[in-house]
């Protein structure tokens, strides 16, 4: 369904004051935006009184624990009730929920897509759906603002997260006047900028370093492709959990003289993921989008079934022939 903004957000706010029981999900391999948006709005749900259900297929990387409590985020795996609603949140489609996330989302009477991804297909009953936010987060906040419901530390914090994260700590193109805005009433309603800096960009196991060090070591360059792979043996070596790798792209951004960046992190031995990064208007989502994957423009994933030197060769060439 298709409904001006306004509208949406008052059907999602009017269907979820009459929802029983509501299941929150996230996207695999999640990030700060979506499990700082889930634990927002299910604690704001859980106000109303609501029976809310946190879940997501992969575990909480270490660095965003910080914002959830223990038990709070439960696996998929571990969910065998069923639900009158459903929310997919940051969920550019519905395979990014996971297989199991998937099914469940299914199977639930209502379904919700809350995203600002522009590839977003609207696989939900209501789509709401923002490609100018910065952050899922964003819409989040209006959403409980729209709730009518008080913002204290504890929705503030995973919110000012969300954002911070997907704005790169307010450096992307993404960070609007709006997203700092929304930021400052945060940071007015508890959320620490210093605390939650400090737990995202720092805070890191010795065995982090050795694994860039690795990673950086093998930055090559090809036609202004900048790119560098960690395998999951390396990882289990520095005593790493898989997400702990996601920052490289981050890093591999940054070298000069580059249009796009290639981060290849092996999961298993035929599962590489893929983190494009764009440097100067080049569309990375399109070239996500060959291998199954998607995201934004400036910044996309994908993953490819394949051994590690199979899975770098094919998207190189890929990269290479991209049209600009
Ligand atoms: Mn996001």
Redesign the pocket.
Known sequence: MNLPIKMTINEIISHLLEAKKILLLCHVSP?G??IGSLVALGRALQRLNKDVCMASEDKIPGSLRFITEPGEILLTNEITEKFDTAVAI?SGDMQRLGLIGQELFSKADFRINID??SSNPLYGDLNLVQPQRA??GEIILDLIFNLGIEIDRSLAEPLYT?IFT?TGGFRFTNTTKDTLNKAALLVGYGASPNLISHEIYENKPLGYFKMLALAFGRFTIDEKICYTWISFDEMAEFGLDFEASEELSTFAKMLENTKMSLVFKQKEENLVKVSLRSQNGYDVAKLAEKFGGGGHKQAAGCTINAPLDVAIKEMLHAAKEVDH
């Open positions: 990030d935006d979506c940051d600002h991804h952050a899922t969300a997907d």
